[in-house]
Protein backbone atom coordinates (compact mmCIF):
# COMPACT_ATOMS: atom_id res chain seq x y z
CA UNK A 1 0.00 0.00 0.00
CA UNK A 2 0.77 3.48 -0.86
CA UNK A 3 0.86 5.55 2.08
CA UNK A 4 0.17 9.54 0.85
CA UNK A 5 0.53 11.61 3.88
CA UNK A 6 3.03 11.67 6.33
CA UNK A 7 1.26 10.21 9.75
CA UNK A 8 4.81 12.56 11.73
CA UNK A 9 4.05 15.85 9.45
CA UNK A 10 1.28 17.38 12.03
CA UNK A 11 3.56 16.41 15.20
CA UNK A 12 6.70 18.20 13.16
CA UNK A 13 4.71 21.31 12.41
CA UNK A 14 3.49 21.53 15.82
CA UNK A 15 6.71 21.26 17.74
CA UNK A 16 8.46 23.66 14.93
CA UNK A 17 5.76 26.23 16.07
CA UNK A 18 6.14 25.47 19.85
CA UNK A 19 10.03 25.23 20.02
CA UNK A 20 10.94 27.31 16.88
CA UNK A 21 12.74 24.12 16.01
CA UNK A 22 13.03 21.87 12.93
CA UNK A 23 12.83 18.06 14.28
CA UNK A 24 13.92 16.90 10.70
CA UNK A 25 14.98 17.45 7.50
CA UNK A 26 12.52 18.98 5.51
CA UNK A 27 11.74 17.18 2.09
CA UNK A 28 13.31 17.90 -0.72
CA UNK A 29 11.03 16.64 -4.27
CA UNK A 30 12.63 15.41 -6.92
CA UNK A 31 11.92 13.85 -10.37
CA UNK A 32 14.64 11.78 -12.61
CA UNK A 33 14.26 10.33 -15.61
CA UNK A 34 16.85 9.04 -18.74
CA UNK A 35 17.22 10.94 -21.76
CA UNK A 36 19.41 9.85 -24.35
CA UNK A 37 23.02 9.41 -22.95
CA UNK A 38 22.24 11.66 -19.73
CA UNK A 39 20.54 11.35 -16.72
CA UNK A 40 18.58 15.08 -15.50
CA UNK A 41 17.32 15.09 -11.71
CA UNK A 42 14.90 17.66 -10.58
CA UNK A 43 14.71 18.91 -6.97
CA UNK A 44 12.29 21.70 -6.15
CA UNK A 45 13.49 24.28 -4.17
CA UNK A 46 11.45 27.27 -4.03
CA UNK A 47 12.41 30.36 -2.00
CA UNK A 48 16.26 29.12 -1.77
CA UNK A 49 18.66 31.36 -2.07
CA UNK A 50 21.77 30.04 -4.60
CA UNK A 51 24.50 30.30 -2.59
CA UNK A 52 23.14 28.12 0.01
CA UNK A 53 22.94 25.28 -2.53
CA UNK A 54 25.71 22.92 -1.90
CA UNK A 55 26.34 19.74 -4.14
CA UNK A 56 29.05 17.19 -3.36
CA UNK A 57 29.72 13.63 -4.56
CA UNK A 58 32.14 11.46 -2.25
CA UNK A 59 32.60 8.10 -4.08
CA UNK A 60 28.96 7.36 -6.02
CA UNK A 61 26.79 9.23 -3.45
CA UNK A 62 25.73 12.58 -4.40
CA UNK A 63 24.50 14.84 -1.54
CA UNK A 64 22.24 18.01 -1.94
CA UNK A 65 22.16 20.62 0.76
CA UNK A 66 20.23 23.64 0.77
CA UNK A 67 19.03 26.38 3.72
CA UNK A 68 15.34 28.27 3.31
CA UNK A 69 15.23 30.97 5.57
CA UNK A 70 11.83 32.35 6.98
CA UNK A 71 11.35 35.97 5.41
CA UNK A 72 9.65 36.48 9.38
CA UNK A 73 12.26 39.15 11.06
CA UNK A 74 13.79 37.75 14.62
CA UNK A 75 11.57 37.78 17.32
CA UNK A 76 7.98 37.96 15.30
CA UNK A 77 4.88 36.07 16.32
CA UNK A 78 4.24 33.93 13.83
CA UNK A 79 0.53 33.30 13.02
CA UNK A 80 0.72 30.28 10.61
CA UNK A 81 4.08 28.57 9.21
CA UNK A 82 3.14 26.45 7.03
CA UNK A 83 5.80 26.92 4.33
CA UNK A 84 9.22 24.62 5.55
CA UNK A 85 12.39 26.44 6.13
CA UNK A 86 15.44 25.39 7.56
CA UNK A 87 18.20 22.89 6.02
CA UNK A 88 17.00 20.54 3.59
CA UNK A 89 18.91 17.31 2.27
CA UNK A 90 18.75 14.56 0.35
CA UNK A 91 21.18 12.20 -1.14
CA UNK A 92 20.93 10.18 -4.28
CA UNK A 93 22.90 6.76 -5.00
CA UNK A 94 24.73 7.28 -8.20
CA UNK A 95 25.63 3.62 -10.57
CA UNK A 96 28.81 3.05 -11.51
CA UNK A 97 27.83 3.77 -15.38
CA UNK A 98 27.57 7.48 -14.17
CA UNK A 99 30.21 10.10 -15.05
CA UNK A 100 30.46 11.81 -11.92
CA UNK A 101 33.15 13.82 -13.05
CA UNK A 102 31.14 15.90 -15.65
CA UNK A 103 27.95 16.46 -13.37
CA UNK A 104 26.34 19.77 -14.46
CA UNK A 105 23.93 22.14 -12.46
CA UNK A 106 21.70 24.76 -12.85
CA UNK A 107 19.39 26.35 -10.69
CA UNK A 108 16.50 28.96 -12.15
CA UNK A 109 13.23 29.35 -10.78
CA UNK A 110 13.15 27.58 -7.64
CA UNK A 111 14.30 24.30 -9.53
CA UNK A 112 17.80 22.57 -9.27
CA UNK A 113 18.54 20.50 -12.21
CA UNK A 114 21.48 18.41 -12.74
CA UNK A 115 22.14 16.54 -15.69
CA UNK A 116 24.73 13.40 -14.98
CA UNK A 117 25.83 11.70 -18.35
CA UNK A 118 26.30 8.19 -18.96
CA UNK A 119 29.94 6.80 -18.36
CA UNK A 120 31.80 6.12 -22.08
CA UNK A 121 32.83 2.97 -20.75
CA UNK A 122 29.11 2.24 -20.22
CA UNK A 123 27.37 3.37 -23.68
CA UNK A 124 26.59 0.49 -25.87
CA UNK A 125 29.25 -0.30 -28.60
CA UNK A 126 29.66 -2.44 -31.45
CA UNK A 127 31.95 -5.06 -31.12
CA UNK A 128 34.00 -5.97 -34.56
CA UNK A 129 34.67 -9.67 -35.29
CA UNK A 130 37.55 -10.64 -36.42
CA UNK A 131 38.51 -13.98 -38.00
CA UNK A 132 39.14 -15.99 -40.99
CA UNK A 133 37.65 -15.25 -44.49
CA UNK A 134 34.25 -16.66 -43.74
CA UNK A 135 34.71 -19.43 -46.97
CA UNK A 136 37.27 -21.38 -44.31
CA UNK A 137 34.56 -21.91 -41.99
CA UNK A 138 32.10 -23.75 -44.36
CA UNK A 139 31.29 -27.73 -43.62
CA UNK A 140 32.47 -30.38 -45.64
CA UNK A 141 30.90 -33.47 -45.57
Do not use: C, W
Not at 17 to 26: C, E, K, L
Not at 90 to 116: K, N, S
Amino acid sequence: MLMRTDPFRELDRFTQQVFGTQTRPAGMPMEAYRSGDEFVVHFDLPGVSPESIDLDVERNVLTVHAERRSPAPEGAEKVVAERPSGTFSRQLFLGETLDTERIDAAYDAGVLTLRIPVAEKAKPRKIEISGRDASAHELTG
